[in-house]
């Protein structure tokens, strides 16, 4: 897959993609459903398949103090959308020049003349232009006067209920990720490289992957059954294992973040970077009367995870 991250200077072998447009954090169902319209095209016109997407999120440019609400890093949206087969990935600045242009400007300027685009394919809520002015219709007639195509994709439901970012976000923060996972499509990902960390749970018999979550919306803070694929570095494979997302009470820590232990491993991982799948949600965090506590709770923790990790399909 390739990776453009400026819609000027595009070489015109590289143009004439059939795109999907949006800011597809987490690669719903319902984003797939837009994606697969744009494969369609694109596998009719023998062009690529591209997807537009926005570095960072608009949400984070014009609000930039705002609790934490991505589901995905950029690492993590271009993993899966490398998984579905794009071949191309258009990583646009969100910045004051690209969010200052009008519904018009964005669609000749950006759409047809910088990226080339052949065809484009959005969802029926798409906006786009300055103040969200532009509007599907509007983007329709901007296609028939710059010359590329639209379709415009209806809303995803599943068991009745319509798959959106928001749902997902608020299963998760309840913890329940596999409730997640059915609206995603795939399970709910944190990747990131392991950081070195104060070393405490290798002292405890359980030796842990550090990994920030700084920028993400937070999971239900507790302990997981979780699939963990090494994506660099001599000990790359996937691997079933135990997490903990949070504060780590028992230590006074205050900075949350994922702390993974993989189990049958044995390796340095420091500064490789990780894909953690949550498959389950075990319990909250605790603090413990002691170590030895904890240590039996992280041994039980373990035993429940590889027997719910073991009855997956």
């Given at each position: 897959?390739?990776?453009?991250?400026?819609?000027?200077?595009?070489?015109?072998?590289?143009?004439?993609?059939?795109?999907?447009?949006?800011?597809?954090?987490?690669?719903?169902?319902?984003?797939?459903?837009?994606?697969?319209?744009?494969?369609?095209?694109?596998?009719?016109?023998?062009?690529?398949?591209?997807?537009?997407?926005?570095?960072?999120?608009?949400?984070?440019?014009?609000?930039?103090?705002?609790?934490?609400?991505?589901?995905?890093?950029?690492?993590?949206?271009?993993?899966?959308?490398?998984?579905?087969?794009?071949?191309?990935?258009?990583?646009?600045?969100?910045?004051?020049?690209?969010?200052?242009?009008?519904?018009?400007?964005?669609?000749?300027?950006?759409?047809?003349?910088?990226?080339?685009?052949?065809?484009?394919?959005?969802?029926?809520?798409?906006?786009?232009?300055?103040?969200?002015?532009?509007?599907?219709?509007?983007?329709?007639?901007?296609?028939?006067?710059?010359?590329?195509?639209?379709?415009?994709?209806?809303?995803?439901?599943?068991?009745?209920?319509?798959?959106?970012?928001?749902?997902?976000?608020?299963?998760?923060?309840?913890?329940?990720?596999?409730?997640?996972?059915?609206?995603?499509?795939?399970?709910?990902?944190?990747d990131g490289a392991v950081r070195h960390g104060d070393k405490r749970g290798r002292d405890?018999g359980y030796p842990t992957a550090n990994m920030s979550i700084s920028g993400l919306h937070?999971?239900?803070?507790?302990?997981?059954?979780?699939?963990?694929?090494?994506?660099?570095?001599?000990?790359?494979?996937?691997?079933?294992?135990?997490?903990?997302?949070?504060?780590?009470?028992?230590?006074?820590?205050?900075?949350?973040?994922?702390?993974?232990?993989?189990?049958?491993?044995?390796?340095?991982?420091?500064?490789?970077?990780?894909?953690?799948?949550?498959?389950?949600?075990?319990?909250?965090?605790?603090?413990?009367?002691?170590?030895?506590?904890?240590?039996?709770?992280?041994?039980?923790?373990?035993?429940?995870?590889?027997?719910?990790?073991?009855?997956?399909?």
């Open positions: 897959m390739k990776t453009f991250t400026d819609w000027t200077g595009i070489a015109d072998a590289d143009k004439g993609a059939s795109a999907a447009i949006g800011n597809f954090d987490g690669v719903h169902l319902g984003h797939q459903a837009v994606i697969d319209i744009a494969r369609s095209e694109a596998a009719r016109t023998h062009a690529p398949l591209g997807i537009m997407t926005f570095e960072p999120h608009p949400r984070e440019f014009f609000a930039p103090d705002a609790p934490p609400f991505r589901l995905m890093s950029a690492e993590t949206k271009s993993h899966r959308l490398e998984k579905l087969g794009v071949d191309q990935l258009y990583q646009l600045p969100f910045d004051a020049r690209l969010s200052g242009l009008s519904a018009e400007e964005f669609a000749r300027d950006v759409i047809a003349d910088g990226l080339g685009l052949s065809h484009v394919v959005v969802g029926a809520d798409f906006c786009f232009g300055k103040g969200r002015k532009g509007t599907v219709d509007m983007l329709r007639e901007f296609g028939a006067r710059f010359g590329f195509g639209v379709t415009i994709a209806e809303l995803v439901e599943t068991a009745g209920i319509e798959v959106s970012s928001t749902r997902i976000r608020t299963a998760l923060a309840e913890g329940e990720v596999r409730h997640a996972a059915a609206m995603l499509g795939h399970w709910h990902r944190i405890l937070p999971p239900r803070f507790g302990v997981y059954a979780v699939k963990a694929d090494i994506l660099t570095g001599p000990h790359k494979g996937s691997y079933d294992g135990a997490a903990n997302i949070g504060h780590r009470p028992m230590f006074g820590e205050n900075v949350p973040n994922l702390e993974t232990f993989l189990f049958d491993f044995a390796g340095d991982l420091y500064d490789e970077h990780l894909s953690v799948a949550l498959v389950e949600y075990l319990r909250p965090e605790a603090k413990f009367d002691s170590l030895d506590a904890l240590v039996r709770q992280m041994d039980a923790d373990c035993a429940r995870a590889r027997e719910i990790l073991a009855a997956l399909p």
